[in-house]
């Protein structure tokens, strides 16, 4: 169903983000830096220029710093500068090993999707799909269906305009916390940024290494939208919302992270008539 959308033709922009963002960068790189460092020995050897030598020397202290990093981590001690180049090298390795192990038989390349509360057994999905399905639109968020309740409203005299005269560049509203992890400094953010429509403001969401988009419209009740998340429950969730005339919060949209897995979904819907008295 979603496979159009790696068109190079009909899709350029997106076809190229994914090759390049999500396929190269998984397949081609680790390839690339082997290749890298054994050209660069070779040329070295056989050219005197300081250019080549310097990239080789470059390419020894990077990886001398992930070697470094990767002894301070066996001993509980985190060093950012040697973390970095350490995780880099990491992440690549895995996908070399993966690779082999792939080939050689010993690993298969699919996945048992986890048991929802509920739910029946988990199907079973190819990486390579996967891949393709959540990552071409950027809805790699589970958003969750059902009955949810509604509240309407009469706004007399409305006279807010449809549209921003300017967009700020700054998000309206910020939740973010640390993901508990030992190795890694991963975070769980949501922020929401106006957008030129006055009562629509884009979501932005990233957990761990994941990145998803989302939107969200806020009811017109006569005044100019303030919109907010706050911590709902645990520290892995939140709620988006906005404030009533009152000062009231009212409830939109929550998310959060079940079972390592990031959930959307709708709370509440508002419906609004607008009247003008003469």
């Known amino acids: 169903r979603l496979l159009p959308l790696?068109?190079?033709?009909?899709?350029?922009?997106?076809?190229?983000q994914y090759v390049s963002h999500r396929v190269l960068r998984w397949t081609v790189t680790p390839l690339a830096l082997i290749l890298a460092l054994v050209l660069n020995i070779g040329i070295c050897r056989n050219s005197p220029e300081l250019i080549y030598r310097l990239l080789l020397a470059g390419?020894?202290?990077?990886?001398?710093?992930?070697?470094?990093?990767w002894w301070s981590e066996r001993r509980s001690v985190k060093i950012r500068a040697f973390f970095i180049p350490y995780y880099f090298c990491m992440m690549n390795y895995a996908v070399l090993a993966g690779i082999f192990r792939f080939f050689s038989g010993k690993q298969s390349a699919v996945w048992e999707k986890a048991k929802r509360k509920g739910g029946g057994a988990g199907v079973l999905l190819s990486l390579l799909s996967v891949a393709v399905l959540f990552t071409a639109c950027d809805r790699t968020a589970e958003r969750e269906s059902g009955e949810i309740p509604e509240e309407v409203r009469l706004v007399v005299n409305d006279s807010i305009s449809r549209e921003r005269d300017k967009v700020s560049a700054a998000p309206a509203a910020v939740y973010t916390v640390r993901v508990p992890d030992e190795l890694n400094e991963f975070e769980f953010a949501v922020k929401l940024y106006e957008t030129p429509l006055t009562f629509r403001y884009r979501v932005a969401v990233r957990y761990k290494m994941m990145d998803v988009k989302d939107s969200v419209d806020i009811p017109n009740f006569g005044h100019q939208p303030r919109v907010d998340v706050r911590k709902a429950g645990g520290d892995l969730a939140c709620m988006i919302g906005f404030y009533d005339?009152?000062?009231?919060?009212?409830?939109?949209?929550?998310?959060e992270v079940v079972d390592n897995q990031l959930r959307i979904r709708q709370v509440k819907r508002y419906g609004v008539g607008t009247v003008k008295k003469k």
Request: proline share 6%; charged share 20%.
């Open 245 to 255: 005339t009152d000062g009231s919060f009212r409830d939109l949209k929550k998310v």
């Open 6 to 16: 790696l068109n190079p033709l009909r899709f350029p922009v997106l076809a190229f």
């Open 59 to 69: 390419q020894g202290l990077f990886y001398l710093m992930a070697l470094l990093g």
